[in-house]
């Protein structure tokens, strides 16, 4: 059962909920918290959630990286993709804050201690991130109109998914959580946002994927990429800013 409904969870309030679990860790252990975000002490110690590894099943074309029992009070991560969590640096902790975000805005903890009557007790459930290829998914809802093994198979693999909005909101949360906006602006004063190699130093020191950090900075509007560019701008004004300055420019040339 769901908790909020997320459809309307702004970033401003999920930095809101996260700063709080940073605060709070901060009076439990009277440490000032700086990069890289101790998220696995704030899981266990704020949060009063576990951690433990097991293999989770996975249906062909489909990628669990890890899951929420609510009634265990645990995430586990998958045994499956110990290679590919030691490939790619941060992306162990971004996927154990996304599961954290389950438990604290999406999930209805209530729910999980209602008595029930002998015979119907509860099954453990396990809220998976599935990180499907949207080539695969595309390919099997375009076959999926004249063949019904195919629609089945759809079916199985989107089952488990995050809906849309909840999977927006939970990730917004891992990156908040791992990512505080407070310390992002203590590292604008010494880094070039605009600079690759800083973002790339930027996120080694805060223990992050580049991905994760572009999303963030995005977000918080300290950059700007425009699609299909590497090119880095101060912000979206900025970018707009510039591009209305080159048209101006293009257009003098071409009065000349």
Known sequence: MRRHDLTQLSTRTIDDITSLRIRQYEQHTRIPVSFPVPVENIIEQILGLHFDWIEIDEQPGEQILAGLSPERRTIVLNTRHL???EKKPGLERSTIGHEAGHWDIDI?????????L?????ADNLVCRHDSTDELLAELLDRAVTDDRCFQLYRQLTAGQDPP????AVDRYQSSLLMPDWLI???ADSLDFTAWPDLYDLAHTAGVTISNLVVRLHRLDFIFIPRNSKTIYAGRDHFLQQ???FGQDRESRQML
Not at 108 to 116: A, I
């Open 243 to 245: 591009k209305h300055l």
């Open 185 to 187: 602006r203590e590292a």
């Open 118 to 122: 002998p015979g119907m007790e509860s």
């Open 83 to 85: 290679e590919l969590f």
């Open 165 to 168: 909005a909840v999977k927006s």
């Open 108 to 116: 209805d903890r209530t729910s999980l201690h209602h008595p029930t």
